[in-house]
C-alpha cells in the first residue's frame, strides 16, 4: 500500500476516532435527558437531534460553514477563547463527522438507558448507595451493551462521511481528504481506479474490526449466566 | 422504646389518600391488609422512595422526615433495609457482589458477618452464581441477606414471599423466623397471606382503604371481631398460645395445654414443656351449649361467650374467652339464633384438631415477645 493511502487511512481514523469521542458524552446526556425525564418540548429536542439524520448532508455541511466558519458566530468565539479552528482543517472534517453521526449515537443510548430497570436504582438506594455510585455500578454497566453499540455505529458513520465533510472544509489532501472524499477523487481520475480499489478494501476492514472489537468487548463485560 | 414512629398522609402511587400513624418496638411488625389497602405506600414512604404530603417519620429516633421542618433525608442515607417483592437482585453481579453490595457502593460498615448472614440463608454453595440461575426462594434469600448485610436500623419487607409458590414460601419462613432470633434488627413485614402474620409478627398494623384501622399485639388484634372484614372472613382466626405437655407418637398426637385445658393437634416433632403458637380459624370452630355425645371432635374448650358480632350476611361472630386468651368462632346467624346464644353465656367450643394446620404452628424461642 502506497505511503498516500496509509497517509489518509490514518487521517481517517484520527477524524473518526475524534468526532465519536468528543460526541459520547453529549449524546450520552442528551440520550438520558430523553429517556429520563419529561418536560415541554422534549419532542422537539428529539426533532432537533434527529435532524442530522433526514436533512440533506450538504445542508448540515452549509450550516456548519455559516457557524463555524472563520467569520461565523460560533467559529469567531471559539477561535478568540480557545484557539479553534475548523474552517479547512481536520478539526472541521472531525466536527461535521461528529454532528452526522449525532443521532446514530443518541438512539441506542437512550433505548439502552431506558432498558435499565429504574428498581434496580431504587434497590441500590436502600443499600446506602448515592445517585452518581449508583449511576456508576448499576445503570452504566447495564446499559454498556447500548453504549458500544452506539459507539460503533457513530463510529462507522464518521468513518463514512461524505457530503457534510466536502461542503464544510472541502477535499484537500492531507488535511481534510477521509477515505470518502479520497476514493471519490480517485474514482473521477482515469487511473485511480486500483487505488480506489485498495482504499475500498481498507474501509472495511476497518469496518470489520470495529464491529469484532466491540462484540469481543461486549462479550467481556455482560458476562453470561452460568452455573 | 419506640424502634419506628409513622405519622404520615399522603397520596398512593394508584391515587388514594394515605393516612398512617402507628409506632413499632423490637421484634417483627406486621404491616396487613388487602391489595390496595395502601401497605406497600406506607413501606415506600418510610424508605423514602414516595414523599409523604405531610407529617414525620423516626428511625431509632433519628428523623427521617418532617414535612413541617422540610426534613427528608434521600433514601440512601436513612438506613432502612428493604427487601422487595420480585428481589431485584443486580443482573450483573454475582450473587457474592449482590450480597457485599452495601459494603462496596454503599460505604456502610459492616459490623454483621458476611460469613455468618451466609451461613444463616444457607447461601454457601450460591456465592459464585448469577442472579439469572437462580431459583425464585434463592433469590429472595440473597435478597434478603444482602438487606441484612447493608447495616439497616430497621429491614422493611414488601410481601418478599408473594412471588413464590407455597412450597417455596414454607422453605423460606424458617429463615425469617431464625432471622428474627438471631439478628436484633427490627422489621416490619408487609403480607395480605394472614399465616405469615400469625407465623411471624409481634404486632400487628391493620390497615384499610388508605388507613389504618387497628393496632397492636398479634394475637389481640386477631382476637378483635371488629377487624374481621379486614383481616379477611374466610381465613380469619386467632393465634393462641399453649404448652405441649404429652406427645403421644402411636397416634402422631400432640397434647398442648392452652391455659387449664388441653387439645390435642397433629405432630409429634415437639418437645414436652416447648411453647408454640396455634393459629386457630374461626370457620374451624363449632359451639356446642352441652357436650354432644359420641362425636369425632376430641378437641371440646369450655368458654364463655363474650360477644356476638352480626352484620346483614349469613354469618355471625363469636368471640369465646378460654382462660386468658380467645377463640374466634364463625357460624350461622341462624344457628346462633336458634341456640338462643347471648353474651356471658358458658358454651363449649369444638375444634377437630385436623383443622389447626400444621404450618401455622411456630416453636417460640426466647425472643417470642408474645407471652
Redo the contacts between chains.
Keep these: 500500500m502506497s505511503e498516500a493511502a496509509l497517509a489518509i487511512i490514518v487521517l481517517s481514523a484520527k477524524v473518526a476516532l475524534a468526532a465519536t469521542l468528543f460526541s459520547l458524552p453529549f449524546a450520552f446526556i442528551v440520550a438520558w435527558v430523553l429517556a429520563r425525564s419529561e418536560f415541554r418540548g422534549k419532542s422537539l429536542l428529539q426533532a432537533a437531534v434527529t435532524l442530522p439524520l433526514v436533512v440533506p448532508p450538504v445542508v448540515t455541511g452549509y450550516v456548519l460553514l455559516i457557524l463555524f466558519g472563520a467569520k461565523g458566530p460560533v467559529g469567531r468565539f471559539l477561535f478568540e477563547w480557545f484557539g479553534l479552528t475548523f474552517a479547512f482543517r481536520w478539526t472541521g472534517a472531525a466536527l461535521a463527522a461528529g454532528v452526522m453521526a449525532f443521532p446514530l449515537l443518541v438512539r441506542p443510548l437512550r433505548l439502552s438507558i431506558e432498558a435499565v430497570?429504574r428498581?434496580?436504582e431504587?434497590?441500590?438506594?436502600?443499600?446506602?448507595?448515592?445517585?452518581m455510585?449508583?449511576f456508576l455500578?448499576?445503570t452504566l454497566?447495564?446499559a454498556m451493551p447500548g453504549v458500544l453499540a452506539g459507539t460503533l455505529l457513530g463510529f462507522a458513520k464518521a468513518l463514512g462521511e461524505f457530503g457534510a465533510t466536502i461542503t464544510f472544509v472541502s477535499n484537500i489532501p492531507g488535511e481534510t481528504q477521509t477515505l470518502s472524499l479520497a476514493v471519490y477523487s480517485l474514482l473521477q481520475s482515469p487511473s485511480g481506479d486500483a487505488e480506489a480499489l485498495r482504499l475500498i478494501l481498507a474501509s472495511v476492514a476497518i469496518a470489520l474490526a470495529a464491529v469484532v472489537i466491540s462484540e469481543w468487548l461486549a462479550r467481556k463485560i455482560?458476562?453470561e449466566?452460568?452455573? | 422504646m419506640s424502634v419506628l414512629t409513622v405519622d404520615i398522609t399522603g397520596m398512593a402511587g394508584a391515587g388514594f389518600p394515605v393516612r398512617a400513624r402507628f409506632e413499632t418496638g423490637p421484634g417483627i411488625t406486621g404491616l396487613f391488609g388487602h391489595s390496595g389497602a395502601g401497605k406497600t405506600t406506607v413501606l415506600k414512604m418510610i424508605a423514602g422512595m414516595l414523599r409523604p404530603q405531610s407529617g414525620r417519620i423516626e428511625t431509632n429516633g433519628r428523623v427521617c422526615f418532617d414535612g413541617e421542618r422540610g426534613i427528608d433525608l434521600p433514601p440512601h442515607k436513612r438506613q432502612t433495609g428493604f427487601v422487595f417483592q420480585d428481589g431485584r437482585l443486580f443482573p450483573h453481579l454475582t450473587v457474592r457482589r449482590n450480597l457485599s453490595y452495601a459494603s462496596w457502593a454503599g460505604s456502610r460498615r459492616n459490623s454483621r458477618s458476611f460469613a455468618g448472614i451466609v451461613d444463616l440463608l444457607g447461601l454457601g454453595n450460591h456465592l459464585d452464581r448469577w442472579p439469572a440461575t437462580l431459583s425464585g426462594g434463592e433469590r429472595q434469600r440473597v435478597a434478603i441477606g444482602r438487606a441484612l448485610l447493608s447495616e439497616p436500623a430497621i429491614l422493611l419487607m414488601d410481601e418478599p414471599l408473594s412471588s413464590l409458590d407455597y412450597a417455596r414460601r414454607m422453605d423460606i419462613l424458617p429463615y425469617l423466623e431464625q432471622i428474627r432470633q438471631e439478628t436484633q434488627i427490627p422489621m416490619v413485614y408487609v403480607s395480605h397471606e394472614i399465616d405469615e402474620m400469625a407465623r411471624l409478627t409481634d404486632t400487628l398494623v391493620v390497615m384499610s382503604h388508605g388507613e389504618v384501622i387497628g393496632a397492636g399485639e398479634t394475637a389481640e388484634m386477631f382476637a378483635r371481631l371488629d377487624l374481621g372484614p379486614a383481616l379477611g372472613r374466610q381465613k380469619a382466626g386467632v393465634v393462641v398460645h399453649g404448652t405441649v405437655v404429652a406427645v403421644d407418637a402411636d397416634w402422631g398426637l400432640a397434647t398442648v395445654d392452652i391455659g387449664g385445658q388441653t387439645i390435642e393437634v397433629a405432630g409429634t416433632d415437639f418437645e414436652t414443656g416447648q411453647t408454640i403458637r396455634l393459629m386457630v380459624r374461626a370457620r374451624d370452630v363449632s359451639v356446642a351449649l352441652q357436650a354432644p355425645d359420641k362425636l369425632s371432635i376430641r378437641n371440646r374448650i369450655r368458654c364463655v361467650l363474650d360477644e356476638i358480632s352480626t352484620d346483614d350476611s349469613a354469618f355471625a361472630e363469636l368471640s369465646l374467652r378460654c382462660g386468658d386468651q380467645v377463640i374466634r368462632s364463625r357460624i350461622t346467624r341462624r344457628s346462633a339464633s336458634e341456640l338462643g346464644l347471648r353474651s356471658g353465656q358458658h358454651v363449649i367450643a369444638l375444634l377437630k384438631s385436623v383443622s389447626v394446620e400444621r404450618r401455622a404452628m411456630v416453636p417460640q424461642g426466647e425472643q417470642g415477645a408474645l407471652r
Design positions: 430497570d428498581g434496580l431504587e434497590a441500590a438506594a436502600t443499600l446506602g448507595a448515592s445517585r455510585i449508583s455500578t448499576i454497566p447495564l455482560k458476562p449466566p452460568r452455573r
